[in-house]
Structure formats: structure tokens, C-alpha cells
């Protein structure tokens, strides 16, 4: 049915680490017909190592340069829907990668973020005693970027990441410009 929906074009759904895109990046991968691709878990790949060693063995910029590396490669492909690092919009030269596809940013309240984030202890991150308040910290400090997006999704409290996915599908139309036909 969305088969031809974004004809080919990848879409990259990013926003704050918790927000559930890997997740949503499944089911969006299985409704599209096309394959996906965790980031993280590419850089994991490729370092031979946890994100968490990464952090601690390169320190964020040693990370973030990974990073970088891995998407330039991931956006020579087409037809993948992809889940990126929470802060791969940082970096400038990033969303020169993103612009090629579709941007899908799941916007998720901090609450809700905390409450699927309290217990997980592998992001370097979030190695804070006040969890809260560093997830508020990371989401001012990058909302003006994830607003760049072509596309916004407000995640409510008990969406299901099937839900998710079947909003960023209904949405899609609504960023894309008509082709001529």
C-alpha cells in the first residue's frame, strides 16, 4: 500500500535517545517494504565496541566523528528507514546526510522519556543523578535543531510504536512536494 510512498527515498527519524526510534523504525521499515538500520548499532559494528566504551575510549567528539562516518555511508543507500543517535543532529555537517532522505523527528515529553529511561544505565549520557533534569537539559539544548525536521510527530503517553508508525505514514504525504505526473 506505502510502497511508493517516499519512491525509495530514506527516511531518518531522529529526536532524544528513549523516543523510541528504533523501535518505530521497525515497524515504519515493515510497512514501507524497505530495510532498517539502527545507527548505533552500525557504530557498535564498526568500533567493535558498546556505545558506552566508545564514549569512554574516544570520549564524545572521538563518537560523534564515528558517527558521522557511519551515516555518510548509510545515506549512499536507498530504500532504509533509519534510527539515528539521539544527538546526530549536533553536528552540522550531519544534516547535509539527512536532507537526502525524509526527516522524522518523534518528539517525546520528558516524562515520558524518563519514565522509559529511569532504569537503563548503558547511556553514557544519562550517568547523572538527576536524570530528569539532564533529559530537559539535552532536549533545550537540541529542540531548535530537531525542529528542523520535514516532519514532527508528538508522541502522547501510551502510543503504541504501531500507532506511531501508521501518524508518521499519514503525515508523509503532507511533506512531500507533488511531482509533476
Known sequence: MTNNLLKGVNLYLIGMMGAGKSTVGQVLAQHLGYGFVDIDTVIETAGGKTITQLFQ????????????????????????????GGGIVLRQQNWSYLHH???????????????????????????????????????????????????????????????????????????????EG
Open 57 to 84: 575510549d574516544e570520549g564524545e567528539s572521538g563518537f560523534r566523528q564515528l558517527e558521522t562516518e557511519v551515516l555518510a555511508q548509510v545515506c549512499s543507500f536507498t530504500k532504509l528507514a533509519i534510527a539515528t
Open 101 to 179: 532522505g525524509l526527516i522524522v523527528w518523534l518528539d517525546v515529553p520528558v516524562e515520558i522519556l524518563y519514565a522509559r529511561l529511569a532504569e537503563d544505565t548503558t547511556r553514557p549520557l544519562l550517568q547523572n543523578s538527576d536524570l530528569q533534569g539532564k533529559l530537559r537539559s539535552l532536549l533545550e539544548q537540541r529542540q531548535h535543531l530537531y525542529s528542523q525536521a520535514d516532519l514532527r510527530i508528538t508522541v502522547s503517553e501510551g502510543e503504541t510504536p504501531e500507532q506511531i508508525a501508521i501518524r508518521v505514514l499519514n503525515e508523509i504525504p503532507s511533506v512531500l512536494k507533488p511531482t
